[in-house]
């Protein structure tokens, strides 16, 4: 299995308040993904790096922001959360030729 | 438009059949990669296949078999013998682009299969 970690792997935080997850990774890999599974989504994705201090939006960054100050960490930022950003969250590293996930934040703002 | 398809959210397959899961992409990129994961209900995603446009005969990993039909633009997913182990979401995905850049990788909405004893 990939060394992919979240932390935490399952938050409640109340609406207006900020809340960053942590994607730790001991694989040394240069790509790394942000993405939110919901009901009939399928998963989409939010932020990704492609390196240090190297990141981009994905097709539903607003409301979010990224960092990576270095290889192995990749850190989502929900500045001031709300209840449409209750969601669980997965973080992926990979390559073209494959993703691999980690275990998953489950985030329920209320 | 959407980029990938799936248009079965939910199935059922007796237990030792095969079973078909449907998925349709769009791409105007010549060079792109069709993947599927299985989701169980613990939640982790966990790859299955994969299937490069350019790939000439279907992919094949054990029970699972990718059917790539480029021309109908699909690539479904064909699980012979199903086991009750079987049963969870399944997710078909494409990478667009050339695999030697960064790619954004699409998902589709997901088919949940159960497989009845």
């Known amino acids: 299995d990939a060394g992919i970690t979240q932390s935490p792997r399952h938050k409640v935080t109340e609406t207006g308040t900020p809340v960053t997850l942590r994607c730790h990774q001991t694989e040394n890999h240069r790509y790394m993904y942000w993405y939110r599974q919901d009901p009939g989504h399928g998963l989409r994705l939010i932020h990704y790096?492609?390196?240090?201090?190297?990141?981009d939006k994905g097709e539903v960054s607003d409301g979010y922001s990224v960092s990576r100050s270095k290889t192995e960490d990749f850190l989502l930022t929900l500045e001031s959360a709300t209840s449409s950003q209750t969601s669980v969250y997965f973080c992926a590293i990979g390559g073209s030729y494959e993703q691999y996930f980690g275990p998953g934040t489950r985030l329920t703002v209320t | 438009a959407q980029k990938i398809t799936q248009t079965q959210p939910g199935m059922f397959v007796q237990e030792k059949e095969a079973v078909t899961l449907d998925c349709t992409y769009d791409t105007s990129d010549q060079s792109y990669g069709l993947f599927w994961y299985k989701q169980p209900s613990s939640g982790e995603m966990i790859f299955l296949i994969y299937q490069g446009s350019y790939d000439e005969q279907n992919a094949t990993e054990g029970r699972y078999s990718l059917n790539f039909q480029k021309a109908r633009k699909s690539a479904n997913l064909v699980i012979s013998a199903s086991q009750l182990g079987d049963s969870a979401m399944y997710f078909c995905?494409?990478?667009?682009?050339?695999?030697?850049?960064?790619?954004?990788?699409?998902f589709g909405s997901g088919t949940k299969l159960n497989v009845k004893p």
């Open positions: 995905a494409m990478r667009e682009g050339a695999p030697y850049n960064f790619n954004k990788f699409y």
């Open positions: 790096s492609y390196g240090v201090k190297d990141t």
